[in-house]
């Protein structure tokens, strides 16, 4: 018998969380500054999935299920987290879950759907599935549902996502906190953590403040849209919370850095964003009870934490080339692929970033703070020389270009490329140096 006191459980699903059984609070004690307000992190990794959205996974399936719906094929447009949820629940239930998502999410998050079984349909998007894009993952998704014998539940207009944490996030944030709770901040990505959860604090107590972070334009953090993105998104209504905060990526991630050195919390980046606006919707008085939502842990983020944080990672300098049997043969391979036709001037290679062709540089982290070319990728040319880069895609065809400082690192990043079977990979002639000369756009790098 399923005994949540003793956490002795039937089944896997009774494990999803809910008033008797919830995830757990934990009260933040270095990363703040405040004196009196209490900060308590809900820290939604204890869901048998991984992640708040299996709360929301498993309202969605329950309630179209309750309405009779046949779900033998399931599909939805997702930035990760409910597909993993969606898909463990469809395993448990006999049905086949097909996800539609952009080919930016981060490989780890890619990888977690296909090992839980999921058919999964790359697609040019945002991180977290952008509204009126025709080629996108809603737009996919809405069509394929409309196939006989397929649904969409549609996280994004269907009421049993706010419903999900109407029904159980609320309640346990009032019962942990013995209704003291005065202010609650969560991240905004569909809106149904904010709206659900924001609606039952007002019913219990219309003074409870209810904040929602979103990232910027442009940002790099899954699973959360920025404000021009929440525009578009049903479930988005500032008119109904106390505020909303714009969070920088570098102001997530620091955040990030501090709970893993400072609390020894492993939090994902959506996390460090919440507890980031946190700091600027809280004021620091007597009696202020605070819960922020940690929607899920860092496990699944190694290449965004690689990018953001790599002072915490260490130098990856590229393997010593010069000394040992083959050394002469290697020099001699780069020196004819450098003079070879694959390797192209700066203005070509822009055009053929307009065209889609990812450039990555293959400088080290400081190099590129310093200077960088806007919308380059950075995979430090010794961590091509450890095997295949994580955040690059995954598509062998997928055209890539090498760049660095003069054009001479570049030229064994390509090899090293080609050798790890992507076909389409040319060089910058000149790397940085002609790339300024010519002219094109820079930006001092984050
Ligand atoms: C990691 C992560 N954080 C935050 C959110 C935002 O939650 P909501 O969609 O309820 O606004 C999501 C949603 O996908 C998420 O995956």
């Not at 007002?202 to 899954?222: L, M, R």
């Not at 600027?280 to 939502?293: F, L, R, S």
Request: proline share 8%; with cysteine.
């Amino acid at each position: 018998m399923t005994d949540f006191n003793l956490r002795v459980y039937d089944n896997t699903l009774d494990m999803l969380s809910n008033v008797d059984n919830p995830t757990p609070i934990v009260r933040l004690n270095r990363c703040i500054p405040f004196k009196h307000t209490k900060v308590y992190a809900k820290l939604e990794w204890y869901n048998p999935f991984g992640a708040v959205k299996d709360r929301v996974a498993a309202n969605l399936i329950k309630d179209a299920e309750k309405r009779g719906h046949q779900l033998q094929n399931l599909v939805e447009p997702t930035s990760g987290n409910t597909g993993m949820g969606l898909a463990m629940i469809s395993n448990a239930r006999g049905y086949h879950f097909t996800a539609t998502l952009s080919k930016a999410i981060p490989l780890e998050k890619r990888s977690a759907l296909r090992l839980f079984g999921t058919n999964l349909i790359e697609l040019q998007d945002d991180l977290c599935p952008m509204p009126g894009q025709p080629e996108g993952a809603m737009a996919k998704a809405a069509e394929m549902g409309r196939q006989p014998g397929w649904m969409s539940l549609n996280q994004y207009a269907n009421p049993a996502n706010p419903e999900a944490h109407y029904l159980t996030t609320g309640p346990e944030i009032w019962r942990q906190t013995e209704g003291k709770i005065t202010h609650f901040v969560a991240g905004l990505g569909t809106c149904g953590t904010i709206t659900g959860t924001g609606r039952f604090l007002k019913e219990k107590d219309p003074n409870i403040g209810i904040f929602g972070a979103h990232p910027t334009d442009g940002h790099d953090i899954p699973g959360v849209r920025s404000r021009k993105a929440l525009a578009l998104t049903s479930f988005f209504h500032p008119e109904q919370y106390n505020g909303v905060f714009e969070i920088t990526d570098a102001e997530a991630y620091g955040m990030c850095k501090r709970l893993i050195l400072e609390e020894s919390i492993a939090a994902g980046p959506t996390s460090g964003m919440a507890l980031a606006a946190v700091l600027k919707a809280v004021p620091d008085e007597p009696g202020n009870i605070c819960v922020v939502m940690f929607p899920d842990n860092a496990f699944k983020y190694m290449s965004s934490f690689r990018k953001h944080l790599p002072e915490l990672f260490g130098p990856a300098e590229p393997a010593a080339p010069a000394a040992g049997p083959f050394a002469e043969q290697l020099a001699a391979a780069a020196k004819f692929a450098e003079n070879g036709p694959d390797v192209i001037g700066a203005a070509e290679a822009l055009e053929r970033m307009g065209q889609g062709a990812v450039l990555v540089d293959v400088r080290n982290p400081n190099e590129v703070k310093q200077q960088a070319v806007p919308g380059a990728l950075n995979v430090p040319l010794g961590d091509l020389t450890q095997g295949p880069a994580l955040d690059l895609p995954e598509d062998l065809d997928a055209p890539l270009i090498t760049f660095c400082a003069k054009g001479k690192r570049s030229v064994y990043g390509m090899l090293l490329l080609k050798a790890q079977g992507y076909r389409n990979v040319k060089s910058v002639y000149g790397g940085m140096g002609a790339w300024v000369e010519a002219g094109l756009p820079t930006k001092a790098g984050e």
